[in-house]
C-alpha cells in the first residue's frame, strides 16, 4: 500500500509539473476542412490567440477528405499529450458515427472535448433558376419534380448535409445530394447553377443573396438570424420546431492529462471571449460560445442522439 500511495504521488507530481511546463514547444492544431473554410477561419483565430498566450506557435495543418474524417482520424490517433489539438464539427464528431460502418476511429473513445467554440444557423440558398420566392414554393415545386433539383453539401455529415435531409424527410420531397470538400467550391458551383440548392453559413452566401445572385429562402435557427432579420425561420414556414444549427469545437486526443486539459480548455474559453474574437466570429455568423469540457462534452451527447436519430429515419447514407 505504501509503494502504490508513493507512486501514485510521484505521477501527480510528475502530471503537475508537466502541466507548469505545457506548452513547451510548438503545437498542431488539425482542421480537416480546407483553408478559407468557416472551421479554417475560427480554427487559426483561436490559433493566433493560444500561440500569443503561450508563446508558441500553433501551427493550423488543413488535413481534408472523407467529409473530416481523414483529419479527424489523424488527430484521434495522435499521442494525447496536448501538443495535437483538432476543430471538430457536425459531421465527424456527432454523426459520421452513424453514416459510415468503418469509421476509422471512435468519436467517444479516442478524442476528448475540450470547448464548443462557436455555433450558428444556416441559410438555405437557391439558384435564381429555382423557380421560387420562398419555403412553401420551393417544396411544392420539388414534390411535383422529384430528383430534378440537386443540392450540395460540405460532406456527408455535414449540417449542411443532414439538415437538407431533415428537411426533405419533413416535407416529403426528393433532392439529388452533391457532397463537396468545402464551402468555397460549393459556392462556386452554386453561383454557377451546377447545383440549384444549399444550407450553408449565412455570410458564406448572403452577399451574393444581396447582390441578386442567389435567392434566400430560410434560415434554420428557433429564431431569426441578427445578419438577416428579414429572412424567415424555417419553424415559420409550417416546419414547427425545426432547429439545426453548425457548430466548431476544441477537442483532443484522449486521454489527456488533467492538467494539461483544464488549461487548454481555460484558455480557449479565455480567447473566445476577447471583443476581437467576438465581433470576427459574428460576422461570420456565428455566436461565440467558449464553453467547459463537461459542457461540451454533453453537448456532442446531445447532438449525437439527434442526428443518428434524423440519419435512421431519412435512410441518409454517406455518398
Not at 55 to 68: L, R
Not at 192 to 214: C, E, H, M, S, T
Not at 260 to 271: F, L, N, P, S
Amino acid at each position: 500500500m505504501k509503494k502504490l500511495l508513493l507512486a501514485l504521488f510521484a505521477a501527480a507530481v510528475s502530471c503537475c509539473g508537466f502541466a507548469q511546463d505545457y506548452p513547451a514547444k510548438p503545437l498542431r492544431l488539425i482542421v480537416p476542412f480546407p483553408a478559407g473554410s468557416t472551421p479554417d477561419i475560427v480554427g487559426r483565430t483561436l490559433g493566433q490567440k493560444l500561440s500569443a498566450a503561450w508563446h508558441q506557435p500553433v501551427v493550423v495543418d488543413n488535413k481534408t477528405g472523407a467529409a473530416g474524417n481523414i483529419g479527424t482520424a489523424e488527430a484521434a490517433h495522435a499521442r494525447p499529450d496536448g501538443y495535437t489539438l483538432l476543430i471538430g464539427i457536425n459531421g465527424p464528431i456527432a454523426v459520421n458515427q452513424a453514416l459510415y460502418k468503418d469509421l476509422p476511429y471512435d468519436p467517444q473513445k479516442d478524442l476528448q472535448p475540450l470547448s464548443l467554440l462557436a455555433s450558428g444557423p444556416q441559410l438555405l440558398a437557391v439558384h435564381p433558376s429555382v423557380p421560387a420566392k420562398d419555403l412553401h414554393e420551393l417544396v411544392a415545386y420539388a414534390r411535383a419534380n422529384p430528383d430534378k433539383l440537386s443540392y450540395g453539401s460540405v460532406g456527408a455529415g455535414s449540417a449542411s448535409h443532414l439538415t437538407m435531409e431533415l428537411l426533405k424527410s419533413e416535407a416529403g420531397i426528393a433532392l439529388v445530394h452533391v457532397p463537396y470538400r468545402g464551402f468555397p467550391p460549393l459556392v462556386q458551383d452554386l453561383l454557377a447553377g451546377n447545383v440549384q440548392a444549399a444550407f450553408a453559413i449565412v455570410p458564406a452566401v448572403l452577399p451574393q443573396v444581396k447582390a441578386g445572385r442567389l435567392k434566400a429562402l430560410a434560415v434554420t435557427s428557433a429564431r431569426r438570424s441578427a445578419l438577416a432579420p428579414d429572412i424567415a425561420t424555417v419553424a415559420e414556414q409550417g416546419f414547427a420546431q425545426f432547429d439545426a444549427t453548425a457548430w466548431i469545437g476544441l477537442l483532443a486526443p484522449a486521454p489527456l492529462p488533467p492538467a494539461v486539459a483544464g488549461r487548454i480548455a481555460g484558455e480557449a474559453q479565455r480567447a473566445m471571449q476577447l471583443p476581437e474574437v467576438r465581433e470576427l466570429l459574428g460576422h461570420q455568423g456565428f455566436d461565440v460560445v467558449g464553453s467547459s469540457p463537461d459542457e461540451f462534452a454533453a453537448f456532442i451527447r446531445r447532438e449525437t442522439e439527434k442526428w443518428t436519430a434524423v440519419v435512421r429515419k431519412t435512410g441518409a447514407r454517406a455518398d
